[in-house]
């Protein structure tokens, strides 16, 4: 079992950063597919970022070349560094690791972090 925790949620005006961080527990972070999601008012959950094992990233179109994701395994924690935000970024932003393809062996998720941008 793997436990989620995100901080650095928070308000910030339009054209502004936000780091978030997520802590997992246990050993096997390594071996974790990481990713952020998120979800505003009315909406789906999206997928905003992730981050392969081998360090490889992909990204939403919406968020390419704002939004950075990186992994550090030594502290078992994933960042999601946002910048030039907007308005629309807003929404509950979550941490997610799979375990295997496609989270075959696992697939856990954080509480959310609220990230509200003003105009």
């Known amino acids: 079992q793997v436990q989620l925790g995100e901080s650095g949620g928070g308000l910030v005006q339009a054209g502004g950063s936000l780091n978030l961080s997520c802590a997992a527990s246990g050993s096997i972070f390594s071996s974790l597919t990481m990713g952020w999601y998120r979800q505003a008012p009315g909406k789906q959950r999206e997928l905003v970022a992730a981050?392969?094992?081998?360090?490889?990233?992909n990204y939403a179109d919406s968020v390419e070349g704002r939004f950075t994701i990186s992994r550090d395994n030594a502290k078992n924690t994933v960042y999601l560094q946002m910048n030039s935000l907007k308005p629309e970024d807003t929404a509950v932003y979550y941490c997610?690791?799979?375990?295997?393809?496609?989270?075959?062996?696992?697939?856990?998720w954080g509480q959310g972090t609220q990230v509200t941008v003003s105009s």
């Open positions: 981050i392969a094992i081998s360090g490889s990233t």
């Open positions: 997610n690791a799979k375990l295997g393809t496609m989270g075959r062996y696992g697939n856990y």
